[in-house]
Nanobody, 119 residues
């Protein structure tokens, strides 16, 4: 079973920045899209950004579009989520996952990384 590995979470003050990483040791992202999700306490998990591996097309949720950026490094087989101007509402566990472009289903998930934004 493929396990993605997130890193980069932590505690930051409001207005600060963090960059999350999603790596896939021994796994190729070809024909995949990689998504970032987050789940805050008591809330549903929400998808916040996606990037296609081969074409690099991206999508971001409207509420984060002006502050978050998703990117990839082909050489490192890693996807990043740059998060700027963080606020307490961004506090959540952040997950990355990869899905087949052919069927749109997410099959591989990471364990999550905690992001806490203090006011």
């Amino acid at each position: 079973e493929v396990q993605l590995v997130e890193s980069g979470g932590g505690v930051v003050q409001a207005g600060g920045s963090l960059r999350l990483s999603c790596a896939a040791p021994g796994f190729t992202f070809d024909q995949k899209a990689i998504g970032w999700f987050r789940q805050a306490p008591g809330k549903e998990r929400e998808e916040i950004a996606i990037i296609t591996w081969l074409g690099g097309s991206t999508w971001r949720l409207g509420s984060v579009k002006d502050r978050f950026r998703i990117s990839k490094d082909n050489g490192k087989n890693t996807v990043y989520l740059q998060m700027n101007n963080l606020n307490p509402d961004d506090t959540a566990v952040y997950y990355c996952a990869s899905k087949n472009i052919s069927d749109g289903k997410y099959y591989e998930w990471g364990q999550g990384t905690q992001v806490t934004v203090s006011s």
